[in-house]
Structures are given as structure tokens and as C-alpha cells.
């Protein structure tokens, strides 16, 4: 039996969810730490579970999804929290058909604002693999 813990969001109580009931569903699981790197005390980081369809809305909440990981890294900066939810809303208002071309505007965001691998904070690092790893999941679940 597969199995996932996460922690309940409402209780911080350990959750385990039987993955075998969902094998036979055209959804897909996606699992990211609510922490957004905002603090490192520990208390804050929950795990979100989530599930999405592998049809055209897949597409969107996965590359939605992936664009919220990011912003949660830099949220602690206005300037980057809202060029982020510019960046969100650009995805939601675009049509089925072309919603893979949002990577190459997401690459070229990140290019643009976070080139820098170097760079202080360390945001840079960050953001590259998230979109590194996202961008491979989405490759094997929607190509």
C-alpha cells in the first residue's frame, strides 16, 4: 500500500493518505510545503495536498501551482510579490491551447528578475529549481 504523510492544515495533526484509492484516477497528486522560505523557525511549514486533473486544467494548475511556489519564495518583497501575481493572472486569463508557451514567459521572467544564480538571498537557487523540477513534471504528465 502507497502511502503519503501531511500534515492537516487546520490542526497541524499528521494526516496519512492511502495513495492505492486514487491509482485508477485521471488525477494527479501535488504536494508542496506551504513554508514559502519566509521564516525558518520551523512552525509555519505545512505540507498542501492537493489534487489535479491531467486535462487542459491540469495544465493550468500545474503551471499556476508552480508559479505560486515561486512567488512564495520572494514574498517578503512587494515588488516581486505582485510582478509574480501579474505573472499568475497572465496564466489564468490564457487559452487551452497555448498554455505551454506560459514557460517560455516564465523562463524569461526568471531570466529577467532572477539571472543572478549568486545573488545574496539566495532566490535565484531557489527559483531555478523549482522550475527546473516542475517543468520536467509537466513535461511527463501533459506531453
Same mark, same amino acid.
Given at each position: 500500500?502507497?502511502?503519503?504523510? $501531511?500534515?492537516?492544515? !487546520?490542526?497541524?495533526?499528521? $494526516?496519512?493518505? !492511502?495513495?492505492?484509492?486514487?491509482?485508477?484516477?485521471?488525477?494527479?497528486?501535488?504536494?508542496?510545503?506551504?513554508?514559502?522560505?519566509?521564516?525558518?523557525?520551523? !512552525?509555519?511549514?505545512?505540507?498542501?495536498?492537493?489534487?489535479?486533473?491531467?486535462?487542459? !486544467?491540469?495544465?493550468?494548475? *500545474?503551471?499556476?501551482?508552480?508559479?505560486?511556489?515561486? #512567488?512564495?519564495?520572494?514574498?517578503?518583497?512587494?515588488?516581486?510579490?505582485?510582478?509574480?501575481?501579474?505573472?499568475?493572472?497572465?496564466?489564468?486569463?490564457?487559452?487551452?491551447?497555448?498554455? *505551454?508557451?506560459?514557460?517560455?514567459?516564465?523562463? #524569461?521572467?526568471?531570466?529577467?528578475?532572477?539571472?543572478?544564480?549568486?545573488?545574496?538571498?539566495?532566490?535565484? #537557487?531557489?527559483?531555478? *529549481?523549482?522550475?527546473?523540477? #516542475?517543468?520536467?513534471?509537466?513535461?511527463?504528465?501533459?506531453?
Amino acid at each position: 500500500m502507497s502511502e503519503l504523510n $501531511v500534515n492537516d492544515t !487546520d490542526n497541524n495533526d499528521s $494526516v496519512t493518505v !492511502d495513495l492505492d484509492q486514487y491509482k485508477d484516477m485521471d488525477w494527479d497528486l501535488l504536494v508542496s510545503s506551504g513554508n514559502g522560505g519566509g521564516s525558518s523557525s520551523g !512552525d509555519d511549514v505545512k505540507d498542501i495536498l492537493q489534487f489535479i486533473p491531467r486535462n487542459d !486544467d491540469g495544465k493550468r494548475f *500545474h503551471i499556476l501551482a508552480t508559479i505560486e511556489m515561486m #512567488r512564495k519564495v520572494v514574498e517578503t518583497d512587494p515588488e516581486f510579490d505582485n510582478l509574480f501575481k501579474k505573472l499568475l493572472d497572465k496564466v489564468c486569463h490564457t487559452a487551452p491551447e497555448i498554455l *505551454h508557451l506560459r514557460w517560455n514567459d516564465i523562463y #524569461r521572467f526568471c531570466l529577467h528578475h532572477f539571472g543572478n544564480i549568486d545573488e545574496e538571498n539566495g532566490w535565484s #537557487r531557489q527559483i531555478l *529549481h523549482i522550475y527546473n523540477s #516542475r517543468i520536467k513534471q509537466y513535461n511527463a504528465l501533459f506531453k
